[in-house]
C-alpha cells in the first residue's frame, strides 16, 4: 500500500504533529523526523508520511546505527503500512539501509553498506560482526518495451545509464539464479528449501571455487532442470553472467569475459556489443528464437555498482512468459541435455 508522497517540509511537520513534537521512544521533545529506511534507497526522497518516525537525539541514534529494528520503529509510531523503496522485495526483512536480515539473524550487505557514513554507524551500533559476505541478488527492472511485465514487476524509468556509452545485450537463459563464493553457493533467496540448487551445479562450482578472490562472487544460471523452456544442446549446466568485488562492485564485461575463461565458466551468448541505440538494440532482440530462450539482458560494458544495479540492468522477458511457466510446472525436474 502506497501513502502519499510529501515535500521534505510537509514529511518533517506532518511525522512531528502525528507523533505529538514527541520522541516516540521516550516521550522527549523530538529533535528530528527520523527516515524509517534511509531515503537515498528512494528514488523519489523516501518522504512518505508513514516512513517518519519523531525522536529524540539518543534515540534517533539508536534507529541509525539499526539496534532498533524497523518492526519497532514502525510499532512505536503505530505504523501498519509497511513502505519500502520499489526495488527491495516486502516478504524480506531489512534493516534501515537496506542491507537484508536472513532467517539466522545474520544480515547481508545491501547497496549502501560501504558507504562510509554507513560503515561508521553501524560499527558504532557494534552491528559490523552480524554481517556476511552474502550478497542476495537483486530485482532486475523490466526495459519499458519488455513482453512480459508483471504486476508486481519494476519498469525502468529511463535510459540514462546507457545513453552514449557501449552496452552488452546477453540472452536470458531460463533457469535458477545462482551466486558463487570460495567459500558458500545460495541461490535467489539464501533459503535452500525454497530455491535449492542443483548437485550437477554444486559439482561444477567445486572445480573453480577456490579460485574465487576472497569476498568476491560469481552470479550465474543454474541450468540444470527445465522451467518452462527445454534446453537440447547446452554447453554446460552452469552459465556465468556476472562478477563482482568484495566492495560490491560488478566487472566491466570484458574483465569477466578474462575472469570466466580462467574459471572455466561458460558465459551467456551476446546479441549486441556497441553503442546505446535503442533501434538497433529492439531489432537484436526481437530476432532472438523465443522458441529457445527467455529473454534478453542489457548492462553497460564497464563497471559499475551495486547501488547503480536498479538503472544498470534491464530486462526483456517474451511475450506469455508468465503462462508457458504455469503451464509447464509438472515439467519442472526434467533434466536439459547437454550437447557433449
Ligand atoms: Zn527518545
Redesign the pocket.
Known amino acids: 500500500m502506497k501513502s502519499k508522497l510529501l515535500t521534505r517540509d510537509e514529511f518533517r511537520e506532518g511525522t512531528f504533529a502525528r507523533d505529538n513534537y ?7 521533545d ?1 529533535k528530528d523526523a527520523h527516515h524509517i529506511i534511509e531515503r537515498r534507497l528512494f528514488d523519489n526522497g523516501g518522504y512518505f508520511l508513514d516512513n517518519g518516525a519523531s ?6 541514534i539508536m534507529c541509525e546505527t539499526t539496534e532498533f529494528t524497523l518492526e519497532e520503529v514502525r510499532a512505536a509510531c503505530g505504523i501498519k503500512n509497511k513502505i519500502i523503496p520499489d526495488h527491495l522485495y516486502p516478504d524480506y526483512e531489512y534493516d534501515k539501509w537496506g542491507n537484508l536480515i536472513m532467517e539466522d539473524g545474520r544480515r547481508t550487505m545491501g547497496e549502501l553498506f560501504h558507504d562510509p557514513s554507513v560503515q561508521k554507524i553501524l560499527a558504532k551500533g557494534g552491528m559490523l560482526e552480524q554481517f556476511t559476505n552474502y550478497v542476495k541478488y537483486p530485482r532486475t527492472y523490466h526495459l519499458p518495451w519488455s513482453g512480459c511485465i508483471g504486476k508486481d514487476d519494476r519498469v525502468l524509468k529511463d535510459y540514462s545509464s546507457f545513453t552514449g556509452r557501449r552496452v552488452i545485450v546477453t540472452i536470458k537463459m531460463d533457469g535458477s539464479n545462482v551466486t558463487m563464493y570460495n567459500d558458500y553457493i545460495h541461490g535467489r533467496s539464501f533459503n535452500e528449501r525454497t530455491h535449492p540448487i542443483s548437485g550437477r551445479v554444486k559439482a561444477l562450482w567445486s572445480q573453480f571455487q577456490a579460485n574465487i578472490p576472497d569476498g568476491w562472487r560469481v552470479c550465474g544460471e543454474d541450468l540444470y532442470s527445465t522451467h518452462s523452456i527445454h534446453y537440447d544442446k547446452l554447453d554446460s549446466y552452469l552459465y556465468g553472467y556476472s562478477i563482482w568485488t568484495d566492495k560490491n562492485i560488478c566487472l566491466s564485461w570484458d574483465e569477466t569475459l578474462e575472469y570466466f575463461q580462467l574459471l572455466d565458466l561458460t558465459p551467456v551468448e551476446v546479441v549486441y556489443d556497441g553503442l546505446w541505440d535503442q533501434d538497433k538494440i529492439q531489432k537484436a532482440i526481437q530476432e532472438i528464437d523465443f522458441e529457445k530462450h527467455e529473454g534478453a539482458v542489457i548492462r553497460p560494458a564497464d563497471s559499475f555498482s551495486l547501488f547503480e544495479f536498479k538503472t544498470c540492468m534491464a530486462k526483456y522477458v517474451r511475450p506469455d512468459h508468465d503462462k508457458t511457466v504455469i503451464h509447464n510446472l509438472a515439467s519442472k525436474k526434467l533434466p536439459h541435455n547437454l550437447m557433449k
Open positions: 514527541k520522541c516516540v521512544f521516550c516521550g522527549k523530538a525522536v529524540c537525539e539518543e534515540h534517533h
